[in-house]
């Protein structure tokens, strides 16, 4: 039991720093992005949704370094599975019912889909190479292309600059932020082995669950508490962005610069959870309408997923 104490320790410790990083970073690139006129939306789908992303990318990154595949598989699945399930299923509940825009929403859930079901095949001989991560990657680029695609509904008005901070100290932000991401995403591991060897789990399991859950704290937060303030549109579009990088250059970034391998089996069981729950948003965003009872449907999805996983 000691251990396990330690093992949350050095997990919770790393959850913080990474959400304190990564919230440096997205409000410097949030800040720098409505100066150039983008929609809410579009800043969630991308700026936002890669910046509180970066703790799953950074986890990737020491993971797989670490030759730790089977962790970065996990936590980045699992995130997939914990923000487009549990956190979107949220957002009607703690705001207000959402009407959703089918177009950009779906595109990027079906990216999404796509992603997964070749990360289920290029992962099934248990090998994450430089070549695997860099079709991943490839989709990634192709979603933030679709995203930024110039049309009347994704941008506004460009933020005045009259309080602005100069536009190097929200570079020295973002940077400071990158340090953070990477000092928390050590601790991270570091406490889902110790965990892992405590509980006598496997680690996919213990990523999936548990360090998703944590690594996904900046997304929930920031999708709840938007959501709280009435720009709804905004926690859309950090989720379903988030979703696409997960499933893309946070899984694939660490093996493209440290292949490492993977339990194909378990890979497997995570890719078909978090597909459940794309899938399961997706038929919300082409409905148009996410309100309470759409909201309670995906919750409902999040629980069963996880008690899969954990089975």
Sequence with gaps: MPELVVALLFAGAGVVLAAWASHAVVGSSTALATRLGLSPFVVGLTLVAIGTDLPEIANSVVASYRGQGDINVGDSYGSVFVQIALAFGLLPIVGAPLVLRRRLPALQLGISLVALGAGYWLLSDGDFGRLDAGLLIALFAAAMAVALRPSGEQHGAAAGGATARPIWRELLVIAAGFAGLIGGAALLVDGVLRGAA???????????????????????????????????????????????????????????????AVTATATHEAILVAGAGVSAALVVVLIGRHNRVSGAALIGLALAGLAFIAR
Excluded: M, Y
Aim: charged share 10%; aromatic share 4%; net charge negative.
């Design 198 to 260: 405590a509980l006598d789990a496997p680690p996919l399991v213990v990523g999936f669950i548990g360090a998703s859950i944590g690594t996904s704290a900046p997304e929930l937060v920031i999708a709840l508490t938007a959501a709280r303030k009435g720009n709804a549109q905004l926690a859309a579009g950090d989720l379903l962005g988030a979703s696409v990088a997960d499933s893309t250059i946070s899984v694939a970034l660490g093996p493209l610069l440290f292949p490492t």
